[in-house]
């Protein structure tokens, strides 16, 4: 079966960078877009990016754009990403989801990884 | 880039009515459109896709209808699993959220 399971919470200072892994099991890894998705508290849903784990290549948000680096690695069917320069107002549970082939909606989604930036 | 915009925001039902929550695109996104459940704590969990396709496993009571710019998701007959967020998504060009709509017991 399909899951993607994230790494645990993490807890930043201002100004750091926060690095989030999403491993994928039970599907072939490349075949499938990776997107990422945030979630602040009480917030609704806002799309972040997606990267294609064949290719590498990636689509960012343009609120994102500077700031967010989509990255995957192949060998262990594992995609990342990191957010850097990080404010308070990026506190909010990261999602991984896939991509359902060629419908373009997300089909799976991990359990979610809570990132606190706090000084 | 497209906005999408929900409503409303909170609804306030019981156990058997019937439920309807609208979503408005900014600009047409033909029936690119899903529909997501969300309950506290949880990732979401798609419903519908393409404004109307049911996903495999979904009860149906669950509906989608529209196009262009105006859609809705209908719960037929409310049940108390049914108590969560909802959240439209377009996905005509790249893919934005709408803000939600929490559904409550009344």
Redesign the interface.
Known sequence: QVQLVQSGAEVKKPGASVKVSCKASGYTFTDYYM?W?RQAPGQ????MGRINPNSGGT?Y??KFQGRVTMTRDTSISTAYMELSRLRSDDTAVY?C?RE?GA?????Y????TLVTVSS | DIQMTQSPSTLSASVGDRVTITCRASQSISSWLAWYQQKPGKAPKLLIYKASSLESGVPSRFSGSGSGTEFTLTISSLQPDDFASYYCQQYNSYWTFGQGTKVEIK
Do not use: K, M, P, T
Request: no cysteine; hydrophobic share 45%.
């Open positions: 997107h998705v609704g849903l806002e799309w689509n948000a343009q999602y989801a359902s419908a373009r909606i997300f089909d989604w991990g359990q979610g």
